[in-house]
């Protein structure tokens, strides 16, 4: 039996025997319950004490300040926020040469401790991409929710009103990760606001008193569903959290193409809207909407489970693909090395015209593989494994044939080690 283990160097939280989801690693409770209870519908703060856990291994202030001391930061990964207003890039990044090219939007890390000096919020944009420990817990959280997930840090002096009172579109994860900040949060001025809702005036919530007003510190973290409105600040120590933001396929999404390709199957809505004639066009509207609703109530179950299933390959995040490593650990690879399916790794197997192979589709080539090895690169493409399992479950295989096969799709980036 082969058992899934907790990445090396992730948040604590595993018990025995049984790995905790991301969303269960920051917040303490099953992800069926986070979703049922809590995604999209209200707010969760959990603290890092009564968990026993820190964020140390996402993130600390140093990894933070090497970033924002690095001498390859650009502008837009980093936002330098002075009194609630962004300041222009040019007032913080200088121009290095690379090779043969001349830059003109390296950030220059003393100019960054000048604004700091006076009191600016810094935000690195898009860590998934450049931190991998934070990528990982990016894409795990993803999976977990099926959503989009992009990760930025606040780094804020004491005593500084970082972002004006305002409610974000997507969903966010707030891990605290260094000092403390207090967040007044209100309730939403619009419910689950889309990304085009943004900028309602968020005047009103706030003459209510605050749902929560709280202090984060480190290891704590907050959920807030988008809508939520919030104004946070720090007082007398300097604070750095993590945003996780959270991007939902809504039911608008999914609609507005559904909508689409059924109208578009309808020679009748394929038809041009009388526009020079308004009265018409309003009443052909209903005679439209009448008929659509009529296609959408009779539409079968294959043609929804296609549309469920082109969002869910939408939404699926690649795990990262290793240029050296691949054939690195395709050498190394031994009977007992543990490996497991890469997410966006491949897609289809199929027969193949020449009877003698399979046909493995991955995003940028086919690869072929023996026919006789059908059932073992199946198992292989379901889920952990090791070349040595792949024989036992297969008796047509031998264990030599498990381990090229392993190599074989190691080296071609749809399985990785485990
Ligand atoms: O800390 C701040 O100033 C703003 C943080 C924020 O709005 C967020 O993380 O969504
Ligand atoms: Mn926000």
């Not at 007032?91 to 690379?98: E, L």
């Not at 689950?192 to 968020?202: M, N, R, T």
């Not at 480190?218 to 007398?236: F, K, Q, S, W």
Request: hydrophobic fraction near 40%; proline fraction near 7%.
């Amino acid at each position: 039996m082969i058992h899934s283990s907790a990445p090396a160097g992730d948040i604590p939280g595993a018990s025995a025997g049984r790995v905790p989801s991301a969303v269960e690693r920051c917040f303490g409770l099953p992800l069926e319950e986070f979703r049922d209870a809590h995604w999209g519908r209200r707010p969760l703060l959990v603290r890092g004490a009564q968990l026993g856990r820190s964020f140390d291994a996402v993130a600390t202030a140093g990894s933070v300040d090497a970033v924002l001391s690095g001498s390859a930061l650009r502008a837009p990964f980093i936002r330098v926020i002075q009194s609630g207003t962004d300041v222009a890039a040019a007032q913080y990044t200088t121009t290095a040469s690379v090779g043969s090219e001349r830059l003109q939007d390296v950030v220059d890390p003393a100019a960054l401790a000048r604004f700091w000096d006076r009191g600016a919020t810094l935000v690195l944009n898009s860590l998934h991409r450049t931190q991998e420990p934070i990528g990982r817990l990016s894409r795990e959280i993803g999976r977990d929710l099926g959503a989009h997930v992009q990760a930025n840090a606040y780094i804020t002096p004491a005593g500084v009103k970082g972002l004006p009172a305002h409610y974000d579109t997507h969903d966010v994860m707030v891990l605290q990760i260094d000092g403390s900040k207090r967040w007044i949060i209100h309730e939403p001025v619009l419910e689950l606001p889309l990304p085009a809702q943004q900028g309602h005036d968020v005047g009103p919530a706030t003459v209510h008193p605050p749902l929560i007003d709280t202090v984060l510190r480190p290891g704590d973290a907050l959920y807030l569903p988008r809508g939520y409105v919030h104004a946070p600040e720090t007082r007398n120590e300097r604070s750095i959290h993590l945003t996780l933001g959270i991007q939902a396929i809504t039911w608008v999404d999914v609609l507005r193409d559904l909508v689409g390709s059924v109208a578009a199957d309808d020679p009748a809505l394929r038809r041009a809207v009388p526009l020079h004639d308004a009265g018409l066009a309003a009443q052909q509207t209903q005679d439209a909407a009448t008929r659509l609703a009529a296609v959408l109530a009779a539409l079968s179950p294959e043609k929804a489970a296609g549309h469920a299933a082109k969002w869910s390959r939408r939404i699926a995040t690649s795990e990262p693909v290793s240029v050296l490593g691949r054939t690195d650990h395709a050498e190394a690879l031994t009977l007992d090395s543990r490996v497991v399916p890469r997410a966006g790794g491949a897609s289809t197997v199929r027969a193949s015209a020449d009877n003698g192979v399979v046909v493995v589709s991955t995003p940028d080539r086919n690869l072929t593989v023996p026919a006789a090895l059908r059932e073992a690169l199946q198992h292989a493409l379901n889920g952990p494994t090791t070349a040595r399992h792949l024989a036992g479950l297969n008796p047509g295989t031998t264990p030599e044939q498990a381990l090229k096969l392993l190599q074989h799709l190691l080296r071609n980036n749809v399985l990785v080690l485990g």
